[in-house]
């Protein structure tokens, strides 16, 4: 004969052989600690990474725009035939190609424009942007630097490029570029 001690429970189950089932206050409290702490570093490390990308592409940007403006500027100036008028934020150049005269660099609005002759979508009464819409000209300045003495003719130009307003000065970048242009055709005179 066997004897069963206990009482039975629904489900055939006795209060001696019933394990416990589910998660104390405790514990659950120790793994939503442990999960809040592994969500907010990964959260902070993805807002480090975004905002260490918005500021490397700021950055290359501005040194985008500074670099292309200057070659364009520099080539423009180096293959003009002949230098005009050099104020402190326009310069006039002649060509060879008389449908690109005259061709004008000037500062207007934050940005640098050129334009060509008056035919085309670039001329020179309705020139173009030669930087972007996400930086601004903060300086600029044309000088003639020709020595008295010299055939050559020497244009100097000065450009300081900034980012445009983007939020915090964590984002903010500038970048400042001095250059000095021979004019071909000028030295090349006897």
Known sequence: MVLT?????TGGMTKTNM?????????????TALISIVLGAVVMFALNASRARVRSD????VTDNLRYASAKISYEIRNA?????VSPI?????????ARNPTIIRLQGGAL?????????CTSSSPCALTGNNVKVSSFSFADETPPDSTSKIITFEITIESASLGGKEYQHSVSSRQSVENRSSSEKP
């Open 5 to 9: 001690i206990g009482t039975t429970l």
């Open 19 to 31: 394990k416990k089932t589910g998660f104390t206050l405790i514990e659950i409290m120790l793994y």
């Open 58 to 61: 700021t950055q290359q940007d």
């Open 81 to 85: 035939q002949s230098v005009g008028l």
């Open 90 to 98: 326009e310069v006039t150049l002649t060509t060879n190609d008389t």
């Open 113 to 121: 424009y050129m334009g060509y002759g008056n035919t085309g979508s």
